[in-house]
């Protein structure tokens, strides 16, 4: 990877015990192989750390400097090893990995590659009432500090358009890569934006985040993106954030059957499925891609479109009582439908395919095209409408 200043810097990366690094893989173009990760602190003690930093200081060609934390990339063209044991003040996590430090296109991060030794788990998981708050607190915290770096970059006026939508994007999923493997080595990770491994097909706990739902609207300069966030357990969804950082706002919420609630952070108030929906719906619709089959399906109903960006911002306009019905049918993944459907559920929505089924997740192909949330006291009218729509042709 070629740096904004022209250069690649390939060296040992270092490690600093009170920081107890994890760093996330990652495979990009053009790099032949190479394991490459974004180097992210996650304390020994599992705490947010790193909340100052991001793609913003300055290159240097022998040195990144990564907010407060002092890595550094000592030797160019110089791959550093790990030969596997336990570092100091760290779980004795690791295995063997070639350490990479130096600048990628879109900051100023040490560079480490780092495969994590996780245990087996049983695909059968009952999370505790500790467990939920721990996990929980996690997520949301996890969501805001990812949105409040993808706010930093745009704030910094380096980049603009595609650019500015790729930066953003690597930033937010580096972060969260690294605390979530910091936090929970032994989970299974699905990304939008690191490459997929079946190794998370053995898990119970799974973590499935967007680092950044609408990079479009992102790279516009627009309020409708997010960051997701979200647990699933056994292919079923638990808890989940969304990020709504243009517009300072958070929505949680646990999906468990014994724990159901959800929550807000920011302005507004949370629309709960059981409240009433107004004869003329308002539909939440894509901005940039809708078909002629929605169009069809919300006349039927006598509604209105009301487009935007981000299929986590869309959710969130029904769950803050701007829009009354989302539906989609094509494009979506799970990273996109996850952390959205589990407030929704959590506030007591209907979530469901087109026909009416439930998703699951965690799935090999991560595709998870069609997504309906409406009120519950409206999905058989939904559904029907959908049908007439042409929308199953």
Request: aromatic letters at 6%.
């Amino acid at each position: 990877m070629v740096g904004p200043g022209g250069y690649r810097l390939w060296g040992e990366g270092h490690y600093w015990p009170e920081y107890g690094v994890i760093g996330g893989i990652r495979r990009l173009p053009g790099d032949a192989g190479r394991p490459v990760g974004t180097l992210l602190a996650a304390s020994s003690s599992g705490e947010l750390a790193n909340d100052s930093t991001g793609p913003g200081a300055a290159c240097h060609p022998h040195k990144c400097g990564f907010g407060r934390f002092p890595w550094e990339a000592p030797g160019c063209a110089r791959p550093g090893l790990f030969t596997g044991g336990t570092i100091p003040g760290s779980r004795p996590a690791f295995q063997p990995f070639r350490g990479v430090g130096g600048c990628l296109t879109w900051g100023c991060a040490a560079i480490l590659a780092a495969q994590l030794q996780s245990g087996e788990q049983t695909m059968s998981h009952t999370m505790t009432l500790e467990e939920v708050e721990r996990d929980l607190a996690f997520a949301i915290a996890a969501a805001r500090s990812a949105g409040e770096r993808a706010l930093s970059i745009r704030v910094a006026e380096r980049w603009e358009g595609r650019m500015l939508a790729d930066v953003g994007d690597q930033a937010c999923d580096g972060y969260l890569q690294g605390i979530l493997q910091g936090r929970y080595p032994a989970d299974g990770i699905l990304s939008e934006e690191t490459a997929d491994s079946p190794r998370r097909l053995e898990k119970a706990r799974t973590w499935i985040i967007d680092p950044l739902d609408g990079t479009r609207e992102y790279s516009q300069l627009r309020h409708d993106w997010a960051v997701h966030v979200a647990l699933t357990i056994s292919g079923e969804t638990a808890l989940a954030a969304v990020a709504l950082p243009a517009q300072d706002l958070i929505l949680w919420g646990v999906s468990t059957e014994d724990g159901r609630r959800a929550g807000i952070e920011g302005p507004g108030e949370l629309v709960s499925g059981d409240s009433e929906c107004p004869e003329s719906p308002r539909v939440a619709v894509s901005r940039s891609h809708t078909p002629p089959w929605v169009e069809t399906f919300t006349d039927s109903l006598g509604g209105t479109m009301v487009p935007e960006g981000s299929a986590g911002n869309k959710v969130s306009l029904l769950l803050l009582g701007k829009a009354d019905i989302y539906v989609h049918k094509v494009g979506l993944k799970e990273w996109d439908t996850c952390a959205p459907e589990t407030v929704a559920r959590a506030l007591g929505w209907t979530v469901c395919k087109l026909h009416g089924e439930e998703h699951r997740y965690n799935q090999p192909d991560p595709k998870n095209h069609e997504l309906v949330i409406c009120r519950p006291a409206w999905k058989e009218r939904v559904v029907e409408a959908i049908a007439k729509s042409g929308a199953l042709d």
